[in-house]
């Protein structure tokens, strides 16, 4: 595995990649890596030549009262995982090398910034969009991987590649979770014991409105209903919010059909956390 810390070394060995007719792979993290983002690599290595993974904590997509400085930083950890399962480039640059100084461009996929997380965490998705555009352009993959449980910033990113003309497919893979339901996240590591189990709340609630679903009911207002009331019965989680949309445009919709998104967010203690289904 080669480590490449500036843009000027990362463009010229993917160029090279691409240049001798390999198909690249790209992984984008921000490390703090768990069974969840493997799951990503593995489906690179899977369906492409070279697999790239970058690893940056974007401080533009962290709002100034959350976790930018906290966020777990495991670098010695992640590099022994991804060199172990084979990645063949590792992409570290610093802060000033993805946002010099001087730059002033940032990418606002308007139509769907403010939707689910973008309403909860303004400027979030701009921090995404922008971020993970400079990538593609760095990289140029082919194929770019995400998981689904950032559903939101996954129509996010499909609807800039189409509107923007990038000549990516973009990848997704299913949620990964632990033996209980939870949903892998970077940010389960916050969680105490007992808010570990407070946070099972998310899957319960998803579980509910499936079986409502499998049961006959098609209203998204009742669907709501029952979600929301799950997570009421659980006083160590907060909700932040419960959607029941279409998952391209992140609208709401009024029935559900074959591939209804439904995506909560919550706060158990002081960490907030995602989930999603699709119906």
Same mark, same amino acid.
């Given at each position: ?10 463009? @010229?060995? $993917? ?32 369906? $492409? ?44 640059? /610093?802060? @000033? *090398? ?11 996929? !308007?139509?769907?910034? /403010?939707?689910?997380?973008?309403? /909860? ?11 993970? $555009?400079?990538?593609? *352009? ?30 990516? !497919? ?32 998310? $899957? ?7 079986? =409502? ?11 709501? *209903? @029952? ?23 992140? *609208?709401?919709? !009024? ?10 967010? =919550? ?13």
């Amino acid at each position: 595995m080669r480590l490449i810390e500036t843009v000027v070394d990362m463009k @010229a060995a $993917c160029r090279a990649a691409t240049h001798a007719g390999e198909k690249l792979g790209l992984v984008p993290t921000m490390g703090a890596l768990h069974e969840g983002h493997m799951s990503l690599v593995r489906a690179s290595k899977a369906g $492409c030549d070279v697999t790239a993974v970058s690893i940056f904590v974007n401080p533009l997509q962290f709002g100034p009262s959350e976790d930018f400085e906290k966020y777990p930083r495991t670098f010695d950890r992640d590099s022994a995982m991804l060199r172990d399962s084979g990645v063949d480039l590792l992409f570290l640059p /610093s802060v @000033a *090398e993805m946002y010099p100084a001087s730059a002033r461009t940032y990418i606002d996929v !308007e139509a769907l910034s /403010s939707k689910l997380d973008g309403g /909860s965490r303004p400027g979030h998705f701009r921090g995404v969009a922008t971020v993970v $555009c400079k990538l593609f *352009e760095i990289v140029r993959p082919d194929r770019a991987f995400f998981g689904q449980k950032d559903a939101a910033q996954v129509a996010l990113l499909r609807k800039m590649a189409r509107d923007l003309n990038m000549d990516v !497919e973009i990848i997704v893979c299913p949620i990964v979770r632990e033996a209980d339901g939870l949903a892998m996240s970077s940010r389960n590591a916050y969680l105490s014991p007992e808010q570990r189990k407070q946070a099972l709340v998310l $899957c319960r609630l998803l579980q509910r409105v499936k079986a =409502a679903v499998e049961a006959g009911e098609t209203s998204a207002a009742k669907l709501a *209903e @029952a979600g929301v009331g799950e997570i009421a019965r659980e006083p160590g989680a907060k909700l932040d919010y419960f959607a029941i949309v279409d998952p391209d445009t992140l *609208e709401p919709v !009024e029935k559900v059909v074959p591939r209804t998104l439904v995506a909560v967010a =919550a706060w158990v203690g002081t960490t907030r956390l995602i989930d999603n289904m699709v119906l």
